[in-house]
């Protein structure tokens, strides 16, 4: 994805993840864990700790201490039984979807795990449907039904081909009944799940630490006994520790400065290594339909025809991101153009004759909004950059706010935000999951979207098709819609870097297709 062709030092040994084969690499899957927990620091803090609540960053901790009944083994890019020890439709219109359990299944406290607790997981997702929240990933599901102890049936109200890769994200992740209520969130601070990792105590904000879930049955095959996440407010701090060997892993929200100086530009450093894997990652600006001015296509389309995404991914992010045209990224069947086809380069003029046809000869005046703790340290300066260019051209007066992510959360469900930014990483890899999650009336902004030939006939039409190499028809003409809308305004496509000390094993192989990190890969060396 990236064009950037630096000559790499021996201090700072990348090696791709393009392929997540298991096997041989740079990195041994060895380890001894006597020298304690392996510490990993992240700039992504969890929103909430029931899976219910969560369309967010938070999976990358669920992924650990819950279980789906699918997953991604390593190396998997379809999803493969987890809890379940098989899963089929079972009808040729991909409606009727059946999983049976593995046995003698339990919770991280010993009580069993049938498939009660699966509906019950299910079901209670639907019922709270929290704003912004996964019941907006469930719109395919019509019921949950419970045959015998170990069989779950779900019978879909239109044919999904998808499905399965929803059971495989975090936010299916089971819950025991007892601990989980049916129709509220749980908000104690506890956790009871059924992952390879049970939650031994967390800090908000602070640190979660993992220990191994004596009673998990799946598909993990742990290299370590325990693992502790760190939680940094940005990168610098973040790289900081793992210098000082406070930490021994990065996993999100390196800086730009940093990848480079760790890829060896500024020096060599012969204690740490960088892991560098191609992504799916996006950036992306999110305009209210409700804003007196964001509400008009007309401004939405000049600010598309003045943004400059070259510059942003060069000036702010060293040209560790490539500029993006779409809101499917580079590497996914249905991948288009269109924002650089219909724009060309950015232009003031054509931006000017945007306005002025719509009668708008005033500066518009504009409240952008970041966050300030969730997508690393580049994000106050991406969105200064923005303001620069858009009030460069005169014909913008922005007004830049930003909050700290778990309050942000709350006001763009809220619809307080005229525009505001959002990442997004795939709850898995498929075109789909860069369109679905953002349309319809109920979606992953808390901003309705009604997009109703994408919601009413070209997704059901794609989620037909088991072939998704099939789609791309269907994909090409739902981009061209939003494109037309300007609702969403795709910005840069990102790559996933992990940070390491040289002693620590498996960071290539630690990440599944959704870039969430599987931390039971990663081990200490135990010889060269």
Known sequence: MFNRNRGLRRAAAIVSISSLAAGCGI????????????????????????????????????????????????????????????????????????????????????????????????????????????????????????????????????????????????????VEPDGYPADQLREDGQVVGSGPYKLESYEDGERAELVTNDHYEGFADRHNKAVTIRYFKDSAGMVGALRDGEIQVTYRGLAADDVITLQGKDGKDEALQLVEGSGTEISYLVFNPEDPWAGRKEVRRAVAQIIDRAAIAHKIYQDTVDPLYSMVPKGLTGHTTGFFDDYGDPSVPKAREILTRAG???????????????????????????????????????????????????????????????????????AENFIAPFVGEQNALGTPYPAREITGDLLPRSRRESDRANVEREFERAQQIMLEDARLLPLWQGKQYVAANTDISGAEQAMDPSTIMMMWQLSRKTSW
């Open 360 to 430: 708008i000869t005033e500066p518009v005046p504009l409240t952008l909004w970041y966050t300030t703790d969730r997508y690393g340290s580049e994000t106050g300066k991406e969105f200064k950059e923005i303001k620069r260019q858009l009030d460069a051209s005169g014909l913008f007066d922005v007004t830049l706010k930003s909050r700290p992510w778990k309050t942000y959360v709350g006001g763009y469900q809220k619809g307080e935000y005229p525009v505001f930014g959002r990442g997004w990483s795939p709850d898995f890899p498929d």
């Open 27 to 174: 990195l041994s899957s060895d380890s001894s864990d006597d020298e304690g927990p392996i510490v990993v620091g992240t700039t992504s803090a969890p929103s909430t700790l029931d899976p219910a609540a969560s369309w967010d960053g938070s999976w990358e901790l669920f992924r650990n201490i819950y279980q789906t009944l699918l997953s991604y083994p390593n190396g998997a890019t379809a999803p493969q039984p987890d809890a379940a020890e098989e899963c089929a439709f079972t009808d040729s219109t991909n409606r009727v979807y059946r999983c049976e359990l593995r046995k003698g299944l339990a919770f991280s406290d010993g009580e069993p795990l049938d498939a009660a607790a699966v509906k019950h997981s299910i079901d209670r997702i639907k019922k709270i449907n929290v704003n912004g929240g996964p019941a907006g990933l469930l719109g395919s599901l019509e019921r949950v039904q419970v045959p015998s102890e170990r069989e779950v049936v779900f019978h879909l109200n239109k044919p999904d081909a998808t499905f399965p890769f929803v059971l495989a994200t975090p936010a299916m992740s089971i």
